[in-house]
């Protein structure tokens, strides 16, 4: 939303018996590693004893009131583009269902594209000025530019051929990768959905596969879109593309086509 992270709260759900206290001190130096890397300050926390493992952060920041980046805010004529590949639930699911589905260098791939943060796509697409954003995480692809396109009033027209997967992502998908919130993702837009017969099953699917810490949907004018994507690359942004348009529709429309 073009914010600057200020401050965190560790939020520590941790199971008292089951993983060394080695494991879990590693898991919050890499919490600490990511605030640092991101400008915050790390302020303290909270601990929970939980049987099932979790961890996360309560974080602070500022924005400009005149200068919030929406979801829902998109216009007509706007190109799309997204920041980051998708996959990572499948490969995950994949990974822990049968570790010789996905190899140690794909998931070596998938990890690195879950622990880089947004910051400097967030950064270049405040400076560009663009109309809308939002980030791709628990709702997938397809679920997240069904909620931008349901809060604008607009219609998402998305490109299979042009959306960077990970490599083996469809292939995870036929071999039943999925994850439980696949199907419920994209019943969330059924009512709003159009799927071309030329785009296959198992990319439909990764369409609404729910991504960890994926990257940035961005709605930006067309006159500024090759401008944003040659300086989201240059900050290093790499598998950023234009992967799709925006347009005029009675209350709001997904279309994906091949």
Known sequence: MGGVPLTALNICCFPEKGLPVEDLNEILLGGLDKIREAGARLLGGHTVQDEELK?????????????????????????????????????????????????????????????????????????????AATDVTGFGLGGHAGEVARGSGVGFRLFASKVPFFDGAAELVTRGATTRVTGTNLESVREILTVDPGVSESVQTLFFDPQTSGG????????????????????????????????????????ILP
């Open 216 to 255: 940035l949907l961005i709605s930006v004018p067309s006159e500024r879109a090759d401008a944003l994507l040659a300086a989201l690359r240059a900050a290093g942004v790499a598998d950023s593309a234009v992967i799709g348009e925006v347009f005029r529709a009675p209350g709001a429309r997904l279309e």
């Open 55 to 131: 961890y996360g952060l309560s974080v602070n920041g500022l924005v400009h009131p005149e200068k919030v980046v929406r979801n829902s805010t998109a216009k007509p004529g706007d190109c799309i583009i997204l920041t980051k590949r998708i996959g990572t639930g499948v490969i995950l699911s994949g990974r822990r269902k049968k570790a010789r589905w996905v190899p140690d260098d794909l998931l070596t791939e998938a990890v690195r594209s879950m622990a880089a943060l947004n910051r400097d796509a967030a950064r270049v697409m405040v400076e560009c000025g663009v109309s």
